[in-house]
């Protein structure tokens, strides 16, 4: 029990420095990364809906009876839905203002939920084996290479400044952490529920993307601009095909 809870928590703090590939934005200059925070946008749109039609649902599917799964994606949509409502009350009711971005608070939602997922996935492999273990991690670590790069755009793009988004990327794929732990210390309890909270997290991220993200995309007036933004959600959808088949 104690060689997996360490293996799963060094494995998931290396799973959490992949958010730090938002270093390379640090580095921009403020107009050029304005130009492509639009693109990452679309990106990270793609990255979403297309890892929860594409990854979330089928594992998800494959591990719990067809009636639940459905049911927990539109709890997951439906409670998405209400956290963003209450987030825009509070803003406009303590600002006086309506013009926010809640989509940036969602976004950390939704990715502290799935980064959650991956501690528990993370903490079953290593429990059925260390070599499971670390074949998991780093399929985890590829996945979610493109991700992290949409959430930091996400996240500047929302009105945080570019330390911000990259410490609070990182904070929230800490999470991680905290599922390694839990999982490792009820190993046959997470094998259960796991595919409950895909479902879940996939219903977060159907929401997040089709509710949040393209709208901002459709505020783009020019057509080649939208044009090319379509085409990173594209790509982000593109990148998560790729994931399944390096990874199958």
């Not at 080649?224 to 990874?247: C, D, E, P, T, Y």
Request: charged share 10%; glycine share 10%; hydrophobic share 55%.
């Amino acid at each position: 029990m104690i060689d997996v809870l360490l293996m799963s928590v060094a494995a998931t703090i290396l799973v959490s420095l992949v958010s730090l590939i938002g270093l390379f934005g640090l580095g921009l200059k403020t107009k050029v990364l304005d130009r492509i925070l639009f693109l990452l946008i679309g990106l990270s749109a793609g990255a979403l809906i297309g890892d929860a039609f594409i990854h979330l649902i089928p594992e998800a599917a494959a591990g719990a009876s067809g009636e639940t799964v459905p049911i927990f994606i539109i709890l997951g949509f439906s409670l998405f839905f209400i956290m963003e409502r209450v987030l825009y009350w509070h803003h406009c009711h303590e600002n006086g203002k309506c013009d926010v971005h809640t989509f940036r608070y969602m976004n950390l939602i939704g990715d502290g939920v799935h980064n959650f997922i991956d501690g528990l996935i993370i903490s079953a492999s290593f429990a059925a084996s260390p070599k499971l273990g670390i074949a998991t991690t780093l399929a985890v670590v590829v996945h979610e290479i493109p991700q992290e790069i949409g959430d930091f755009g996400v996240l500047v793009y929302g009105g945080f400044s570019k330390k911000k988004a990259l410490l609070m990327n990182f904070l929230s794929a800490l999470i991680a952490v905290a599922g390694a732990i839990v999982g490792s210390l009820l190993v046959s309890f997470t094998s259960q529920v796991t595919p409950l909270l895909l479902a879940f997290t996939a219903g977060g991220f159907v929401y997040i993307g089709a509710s949040d993200l393209i709208p901002e995309l459709h505020k783009e007036p020019k057509i080649n601009r939208s044009l090319v933004a379509f085409g990173f959600f594209l790509i982000g959808i593109v990148m998560m095909f790729g994931m399944k088949i390096l990874l199958a």
